[in-house]
Nanobody, 119 residues
Framework: QVQLVESGGGLVQAGGSLRLSCVAS????????MGWFRQAPGKQRELVAL???????NYADSVKGRFTISRDNAKNTVWLQMNRLKPEDTAVYYC?????????????WGQGTQVTVSS
């Protein structure tokens, strides 16, 4: 029903920046929220940031002050601006969509994009 295409991952040195983008397409009417998750080797997937259709935003404590999530509802696009990157940020980053009718369940996922931060 919904397809997600991510881009922007890559290799960056500590202290650098990357901007991830995600475009949702398909059978879309309204979305509850779009979010970014990440999974590092040997660790569970964790929520990085989310933004609702109404503009409410939540960040993981580990990225507060460094990452910024934004979206264009009309284009069904979400970005994750990542600044002052740390080696601990190395992970596969996934875009996800919380679709109606239920909230806080992410129904669709992208393939993931690798972010590697070197020291």
């Amino acid at each position: 029903q919904v397809q997600l295409v991510e881009s922007g991952g890559g290799l960056v040195q500590a202290g650098g920046s990357l901007r991830l983008s995600c475009v949702a397409s398909g059978d879309i009417f309204d979305l509850n929220a779009m979010g970014w998750f990440r999974q590092a080797p040997g660790k569970q997937r964790e929520l990085v940031a989310l933004i609702t259709s109404g503009g409410s935003i939540n960040y993981a404590d580990s990225v507060k002050g460094r990452f910024t999530i934004s979206r264009d509802n009309a284009k069904n696009t979400v970005w994750l601006q990542m600044n002052r990157l740390k080696p601990e940020d190395t992970a596969v980053y996934y875009c996800a969509v919380d679709a109606p009718p239920y909230y806080n369940d992410y129904d669709y996922w992208g393939q993931g994009t690798q972010v590697t931060v070197s020291s």
